[in-house]
């Protein structure tokens, strides 16, 4: 590998000593104003929103030679990947875990979650044309799941006439990316194919034994999409993606076997303007998502099997109504469908729900924004949802706004949490969904597998409640001169009924059975920082930095009463906690801070950039056994990845890039499962 | 097993102190606060099948381990512990009840465990121990896999009534021999008991 990296600087050496036709580049694209639509579900400008929101481009996906979504998004301010331990890579935003953060691809979303995260990994970024990020509860748009925020990326429109790229990445571990975009546009028809393959073979952070810290994998991305314009104001799209990812399954020596993904979603959507005023969109969304596994013993003979799928279809209308420049108004009415087959389901379960939203955007002057939305979600499983939020922004000046708002996020109890009933066939503990305690608890209590309930069968009389959060953002942008820019945001999640797992019963084989519950009250809250420099045309430096507190309520008073107590070592007599011990939740670390330097040298059409991420310490486990993540627990030190990468263009269509990723070559084969070790990797690009 | 009878730790003087009166020759004997180290409990039986054997009975006012079928005040055996009151739960092997002892789990540290919340105190009946076993219900936390330890839990005192009426307060610190500061479950011998316990050997003296 490393010698394939040397030719490849070699290459690229001397590929910039070759003479280039000094072509300047004379067009002027900069300051383009960036606009979203996730933030309203209307096209916004970025810099006007009153929310607290992010674009990130397709020129910085490129430049950082990004191949998957988790890859990108862990780059950004306040957003951390942490692993599951079903192995997928989810996002923590504003301190939530990664079942509170919507992903969305081109305002549709993805399913799946069949260990509750949402693996970004799955999500190529290779037809990308920007990643949109809305920070804080949403559900006011979109419902369940909006809890922490929205993530929704926007795939790229192809380019007048005939054009398409081929991309090639490949690096340490035997990592293959190879993609191709085929586009075509005419004045009333588009359509454009999407293709990607990406293989590793893994990698190994402990050695001795005969598992993977990562197996090898390999998967596949198909994507097309076709725009047809009936007429000026009538616009039809209908997109199909499909995903397979099939990756080795190594439970120990002798089992052995297979996991595999499939995945599809359609999307049609119809959009018809009535006039200046008025205009509807029909949109049908269907997706599904299997997952499969088996393990076969040293004889070849089935040992386990496991498979997943989820049905999610979705039929909505949507209306925009816009009386005048000042004033419009947003709404749609729409119904969830969704099913789940699942191994260790004892039935096969499933949801309906429809739902109502409307939302209001106005400027009563020319200094202020209002947003002011609700959403009304029904279902046949839990109580129904009310989801309001309200959102302000106010224009001090050109230089400085302030922008407020406070909204209501929930997350529906999913399936797992409801009907799972799983015994691991190897170790043997078993976690039962909370509807399925009452039932199976006495069963079991039958079969002498039982050695005691720890917490009485009447605690799961009442229906799990849907976790649910008021969220708060306070912010101010201060834009002295154009290429200076800072924002600030102050943010506080009050959520009530999270639900956790917990011990319920001790099993007779040593194990323990775990169910669900919602823990009463958690907060997050802090702050977040972003600058932006733009020294010259040729020189950007970005710098971010979060604060964040995430705590237990009960447990913070559990401190404060003096209920807590430690030992130094565990031989040692135990002492009493103080109220500042408490740390907080698991897996938040403090302070997380990234910089980027992105320089640009036109002359040699050659770009390079450096980024450094660090988060700080943050705890894991309960090391102690009292219960709580305090001062004298072990914890994970705070660590930094520094990456490199530069890009240049030869010949205007040929780009050639290399880089290194994680330089310190960081690991923790303790703590952290998906930090890899330095990878160096070399690409190309072809335009045509 | 050994018994160190580390010091007298706290001396009470309040009758010497109190007692101008010559007539009050009630003498009043020091608490006693000792360390117990790798009191082994051994269990015949894996752990997941039925356990069984004999129990390991213990003395507060000796300070020793005991054969005796009525002078003793806890039996262990493995993560069990049984109190000299009561009737027999039903576990395989466990010695008859003869004397009137009881228990109960306080929350704290030796020094803040001053006296005996007699309200508290149960027997062990059937089906019931007043020392529950179990993770997280009794004195200690089990791990599982990976690890397997048996850790106790920090803040967890026992407190006992003796077969004949005395009170004693325990806290366990380790289940692994030698009481290792990282103990390995898989490389050090368990169920060796290593725990601190001040008894109070004047009759009817709720304070420690």
Redesign the interface.
Known sequence: MQKLFLQTLILFIFSLTYAQEQTKDSTVVENLEEVLITATRTERQLSSLPLPAQIISKKEIEAVNSLRLSDILSEQTGLTTVSDFGGGEGIQMQGLDSQYTLILIDGVPLVGRSAGTLDLSRISVGNIKQIEIVKGASSSLYGSEALGGVINIITEKPKFGFNGAINYRFGTNNTHDASATLGYRKEKFSIDGFFNRFSTSGYDLVENDFLNTVEPFSNYTYNLKANYKFSEGTNLLVSGRYFTQSQEYIASEELRGESSIKEWNTHVKLNHKYGEKWSSYFEFYATNYQAEEFLNDSEELLFSEGDFNQLLIRPEIRATYNPNDKNSFIGGLGWNYESLERTDFSTKPEFNSPYIYLQYDANPTEKINVIVGARFDAHNEYQSQFSPKGAIRYEINDKISVKGSVGYGFKAPDFRQLYFDFTNST?G?TVLGYNQVTTRIPELIEEGQI??V?VPITEFEDELRPENSVSFNLGSVYQPISELKFEINLFRNNIQDLIDTR?IA???????IFSYYNINKVYTQGLEFNGTWKINNYLKISGGYQLLYAKDKDAEDAFKNG?????L????????LKKDDYFGLYNRSRHMVNTKVFYTYKPWNLNTNIRATYRSKYGLYDT???GYLDDYDEFVEGYAILDWAVNKTIFKKYELGMGIDNILDFTDSQNINNIAGRLFYGKININF | MKTIKLLGLIVLFLGFASCSNDDDITETLPVESNLVQNLHAPQEGEQGQPVFGEFVKFNFETGQTTTSDTDWDIALRGTIILINGGEKTGIDDEPNRTGNGSAYIANGTMGSVISVDASRLKEDTVNSQAIPTGSGTGWYIYAGSPTHLITPIAGTILVFKTHDGKYAKMEILSYYKDAPANPDAFENFDKYYTFNYVYQPNEGDTSF
């Open positions: 170790v503990y050695l005691n720890v011990v001790n099993k007779t084989n040593g194990q323990n209920d807590v107590y430690a030992r070592t565990p031989n040692s007599s135990s002492f009493q102690n056994t009292n």
